[in-house]
């Protein structure tokens, strides 16, 4: 996965420690009720779109660039389903981040699904029943906190308490 630039200046003064991060994902979803995913080329997991948001970059407006980066859909967001805070992460370099992720849940508007950028090995539709076994546990959750938003949006978006 490319480091964005604006990550490569923060290193370069902080070294390998903890980053706090906004991060944004995107749970995409076709008029046959089916979820993009992506196998990212870092891990060979299946997972929902996602990213990091440049400076100043407004979340939503960030989710779409992924989305279409990623995966050549271009969509439209419905609405802000989750807030939540992920575990630190450490790569393989010694870098430590840790993201605040925003999740989206958005409808595809055009464009056939292929793999965009060198982010993704492969990129398809999922029957909601019928998800990769090796679908992350964060696309996981972050799936069902949107579903569950669907289902009953007067409860507003998941915060993790």
Do not use: K
Not at 3 to 10: D, K
Request: charged share 25%; proline share 7%.
């Amino acid at each position: 996965m490319p480091v964005p630039p604006f990550i490569t200046a923060l290193r370069e003064h902080v070294g390998h420690d903890l980053l706090w991060l906004p991060g944004v994902t995107g749970v995409v979803l076709d008029a046959r009720d089916r979820v993009l995913l992506v196998r990212r080329s870092d891990t060979g997991r299946w997972a929902l779109v996602s990213g990091i948001l440049e400076p100043g970059e407004q979340p939503a407006l960030g989710l779409l660039r992924e989305v279409t980066e990623e995966t050549g859909v271009r969509a439209e967001v419905l609405a802000l389903t989750a807030v939540r805070a992920g575990e630190p992460v450490t790569y393989p370099n010694g870098d430590v981040a840790q993201y605040l992720d925003l999740t989206f849940w958005c409808r595809h508007l055009d464009g056939e699904a292929h793999v965009a950028d060198d982010e993704a090995t492969a990129v398809g539709w999922f029957e909601l029943d019928a998800l990769p076994a090796d679908l992350t546990p964060s696309s996981r959750q972050r799936l069902a906190d949107t579903l569950a938003y669907r289902a009953d949006p007067a409860a507003g978006p998941r915060l993790e308490r």
